[in-house]
């Protein structure tokens, strides 16, 4: 225990015994047992190490993409990292888009509008959530075009139960103060917010339409004022990083939980495109801005995939608006179709892929 006086059990298992205490704000872990050696592990904990938790409360919410301690999802992860040690594979994380319906025209979407308005039915997204949940994901994610026009998404949400953790990514269309109350009473847990640079001009131009920046920062304080956790999303490419400081002061101001950096990958309407991707200065500048940061807490994707390497196929899945399951929503290789096999089916398939694991990602070459 330390002088803040405060301790939560993430792991105990026969194998490993691990412990989270906070000290000046920060996450210090302490671990014990044969596993606690093993790279995976070690990894996994390291990560958390000194760093802020998005909240403090009751419970420990480490990131909002990882279920609160204590809790029945926490304990399920857990579980999976532990299978993970000895080889098993779980799509902790499943991301499904239920529409490809969305008013913005944004010039980087990896899932233009096919112009079928395609949309998976509230009844199949229940039975696709009810499969994943027993092969044992623990964060089902809401995506789309924009899902926040789904009229039935609290009802999704609520299907969801306490064996995962849900939440939302939004541009903030659609989002109200309303719907924030009905998503937070049917049980989400954290709003990830889209953002593409911190000057309204800049995201709006970007996105194809006036006004998505202040619908944005609404849909953020929509969803503050009801207490659900909210992450400003940020995918950094070349033109957009010299942006990082006022990213980050951004996401202060507004009191946001979490700011996640994730690097482009040039899919979709960017497909083929190599301006817009980091350079080896750019990749540089941004581990020195994530490791001299303070609060609020910041998870970059690519230290992440540096760390454990590629989660396609492995721990993440993406189920798209026609159907077709793939191994993450930037890599446009299906393996399968919901609606011709059970998606345990499928998720065995993506054990042929050769790149699990790899530090590469095999849609950016680098």
Not at 162 to 181: C, K, N, Q, V, Y
């Amino acid at each position: 225990m330390t002088s803040d006086g405060r301790s939560y059990r993430l792991f105990n298992h026969p194998l490993l015994q691990a412990s989270s205490s906070l000290k000046d704000g920060r996450m210090i872990t302490e671990a014990q047992g044969p596993l606690s050696i093993m790279p995976g592990v070690k990894a996994a904990l390291e990560m958390i190490d000194g760093q802020f938790p998005a909240h403090v409360g009751e419970k420990l919410c480490i990131s909002t993409w990882t279920p609160p301690v204590p809790s029945v999802a926490f304990q399920r992860l857990a579980q999976s990292q532990i299978k993970a040690t000895l080889g098993i594979r779980t799509p902790d994380q499943v991301t499904i888009s239920i529409t490809e319906e969305c008013p913005n025209r944004c010039i980087h979407c990896a899932l233009p509008d096919s112009g079928r308005h395609l949309q998976l039915e509230p009844e199949k997204v229940k039975e696709i959530i009810a499969q994943i949940l027993k092969m044992g994901t623990t964060l089902v994610i809401f995506d789309g075009g924009e899902p926040a026009t789904y009229k039935e998404l609290p009802e999704l949400v609520a299907s969801v139960g306490d064996r995962a953790i849900s939440t939302l990514f939004t541009s903030g269309a659609g989002f109200s103060a309303m719907l924030a109350e009905q998503l937070k009473e049917a049980g989400l847990y954290a709003v990830n917010v889209s953002l593409d640079s911190p000057v309204p001009e800049e995201h709006d131009a970007i996105r194809g339409r006036y006004g998505v920046f202040r619908d944005a920062m609404r849909a953020a304080e929509y969803a503050k004022d009801v207490g659900l956790l909210v992450d400003l999303y940020v995918v950094i490419r070349h033109d957009n990083i010299r942006h990082l400081q006022e990213f980050h002061n951004l996401a202060k101001g507004m009191g946001a939980n979490e700011l996640t950096f994730f690097e482009v990958v040039p899919v979709g309407r960017w497909s083929g495109r190599t301006d817009v991707s980091l350079s080896s200065a750019d990749r540089t500048a941004f581990d020195n801005f994530v490791s001299h940061s303070g609060a609020p807490r910041i998870f970059s994707v690519p230290a992440a995939r540096r760390r454990f390497g590629c989660f396609a196929g492995r721990t993440w899945m993406h189920i798209a608006p026609s159907g077709d399951v793939y191994p993450c929503a930037c890599m446009p290789q299906s393996f399968g179709s919901i609606y011709e096999e059970p998606i345990t089916k499928i998720w065995q398939k993506m054990a042929s892929l050769p790149f699990k694991g790899s530090k590469t990602c095999p849609m950016r070459k680098s």
